[in-house]
Every structure is written in structure tokens, then in C-alpha cells.
């Protein structure tokens, strides 16, 4: 398995600019999360998918994000317009209750830069 | 909703001794525990974990334990490494998917 695959590992844009991450889950995994760490504030939950519907996006920090889930594999996190306190690591992670284990598999990350 | 905080920030010991981090959780109804690493440039990884009907779980040189009690839960490292050096994260995980993760501890293991 490939694990948690995320795109691109660096973006770095200007202020202004729409920004995507992308994120495909582990095969067989239903629930999808993303993160945004920074060394202030660290791990803080965006928004989570269960069976590609949103449950929780009392994170996502206002309506400059989305995220949306087109279908059971993939994600994505869209910033627009993107502001320069958005530069943070963000990650995703998925994960499969079903499977008796509530662990989360991260991906590796998408280090974001708005200059 | 659930809080966690987690001490020490930052933990430097010898290698070969022992390293212990504490969180504790403020939501007794919250039922799953685990404990991230993360080495840099990573995501974090799952390295051990423990549910509310267990007091401790072992696995090689990493325990940890649960007093659902206090609320609180501990990340123990024997014989330490150089490799044993990252930043790891506790988390608590209540009745919904969500985990909330604690601030993180920079562990330092010097040669």
C-alpha cells in the first residue's frame, strides 16, 4: 500500500492566488481528515469526511477555504484567495473504523508558502 | 469539547535512559488514546495506542498508560535512542472519528 498520497509536497504562491492540496486515502479507508500545523497553534483539525460526506468543518478557519470530497479515494483543499497566515504544513490523514482501529495514517504533508 | 495538553514542550535525556511524557484530557467520555511521531519533514505516525478498558500497553521499548481516573495518560521510552528523536503527540478521541491532538514534545536523545 502506498499509504496516504498528498500533492504537491511544496507549493509556494503569492498572496491573492487560489491554492489546491490534493489527497488520496488509502484504499478501503472512510474517513478522510485534514490538518493544518504551525508552530503556534500545531495540529489543528479542519475538516473531516466520513463516507465522502463533511461531518465536522467547525475548523476550517473561514469561507477563503473549502474542501470536498468528489469521491470514496480523493480530496481536495482549495484556498482562494490565499493570504500570507495561511503559510503552514497541511496535512491529511485517512483512516477506517470499520477495520476496529481508530488509528490515522498521515500523509507527508504540503509545506505551503503565501508570499 | 475535548482538550488536551501535553508536558513537557521539550525533553533531553542520555541515551539509554528513560524519557516519560504526560497528557492529560479533560473529557471522561473520550475512549482512545494514541501517541504520534513525527521526524521531520513527515507527517506524524502512529506509534502506539491504547483504548479506556486497558490500564497499559507495552510494545518493545514503548508503554503507555492510562488512569482514566485522573484523565490522564503517559508515553514511556526505555533505553533510549538517537533515532528516538522527534516530536511526538498525544491525542484523545471522543464518541465521533475526531482526535484532538495535544501540543507535541521535542524529544532530544544525546549520544
Known amino acids: 500500500d502506498a499509504g496516504v498520497i498528498q500533492s504537491p509536497r511544496h507549493e509556494v504562491t503569492e498572496m491573492g492566488q487560489e491554492v489546491t492540496l490534493r489527497c488520496k486515502l488509502i484504499s478501503g479507508h472512510n474517513s478522510l481528515f485534514w490538518y493544518r500545523q504551525t508552530m503556534m497553534r500545531g495540529l489543528e483539525l479542519l475538516i473531516y469526511?466520513?463516507?465522502?460526506?463533511?461531518?465536522?468543518d467547525s475548523g476550517m478557519p473561514e469561507d477563503r477555504f473549502s474542501a470536498k470530497m468528489p469521491n470514496a479515494s480523493f480530496s481536495t483543499l482549495k484556498i482562494q484567495p490565499s493570504e500570507p497566515r495561511d503559510s503552514a504544513v497541511y496535512f491529511c490523514a485517512s483512516s477506517s473504523s470499520s477495520l476496529g482501529s481508530y488509528g490515522y495514517t498521515f500523509g507527508s504533508g504540503t509545506r505551503l508558502t503565501v508570499v | 469539547g475535548e482538550n488536551v495538553e501535553q508536558h513537557p514542550s521539550t525533553l533531553s535525556v542520555q541515551e539509554g535512559d528513560s524519557a516519560v511524557i504526560k497528557c492529560t484530557y479533560s473529557d471522561s467520555a473520550s475512549n482512545y488514546f494514541p501517541w504520534y511521531k513525527q521526524e521531520l519533514g513527515k507527517g506524524p505516525q502512529l506509534i502506539i495506542d491504547?483504548?479506556?478498558?486497558?490500564g497499559e500497553k507495552k510494545d518493545q521499548r514503548i508503554a503507555v498508560t492510562l488512569n482514566k481516573t485522573a484523565k490522564h495518560f503517559s508515553l514511556h521510552i526505555t533505553e533510549t535512542q538517537p533515532e528516538d528523536s522527534a516530536v511526538y503527540f498525544c491525542a484523545a478521541r471522543h464518541n465521533t472519528d475526531k482526535l484532538i491532538f495535544g501540543t507535541g514534545t521535542r524529544l532530544q536523545v544525546f549520544p
Open positions: 469526511f466520513n463516507n465522502n460526506v463533511p461531518i465536522d
Open positions: 491504547i483504548r479506556s478498558n486497558v
